[in-house]
């Protein structure tokens, strides 16, 4: 199987790449990415629900800081507009197999 693959509306060849992860320790929950995003697939949730499982063990006060989480994955699009607009790189892409 290959790669899936579109077209522009100029006729080039455009492939999606499809959000795989959300890095929330960088996150400064901003929103930017949630209000860009055309298919919902964002939200945003108070940073001790998102790192429960990886506590922050430093000591920091910052757990009622809102982030970003990946509510609806199976919903991405791949159009990449959420890693445009955000100012601290935390997303992680990846092509889909067709």
């Given at each position: 199987?290959?790669?899936?693959?579109?077209?522009?509306?100029?006729?080039?060849?455009?492939?999606?790449?499809?959000?795989?992860?959300?890095?929330?320790?960088?996150?400064?929950?901003?929103?930017?990415?949630?209000?860009?995003?055309?298919?919902?697939?964002l939200d945003l949730v108070e940073r001790?629900?998102?790192?429960?499982?990886?506590?922050?063990?430093?000591?920091?006060?910052?757990?009622?800081?809102?982030?970003?989480?990946?509510?609806?994955?199976?919903?991405?699009?791949?159009?990449?507009?959420?890693?445009?607009?955000?100012?601290?790189?935390?997303?992680?892409?990846?092509?889909?197999?067709?």
């Amino acid at each position: 199987m290959g790669t899936i693959t579109g077209r522009t509306r100029g006729g080039d060849e455009w492939v999606p790449q499809f959000v795989s992860f959300l890095d929330p320790k960088k996150c400064i929950g901003c929103g930017r990415c949630y209000k860009v995003c055309p298919r919902n697939v964002l939200d945003l949730v108070e940073r001790s629900e998102q790192l429960l499982a990886d506590a922050d063990e430093d000591g920091d006060d910052d757990d009622e800081m809102m982030v970003m989480t990946i509510a609806n994955g199976a919903d991405c699009i791949g159009c990449g507009a959420c890693g445009r607009v955000c100012p601290k790189d935390c997303y992680t892409y990846e092509v889909a197999a067709g």
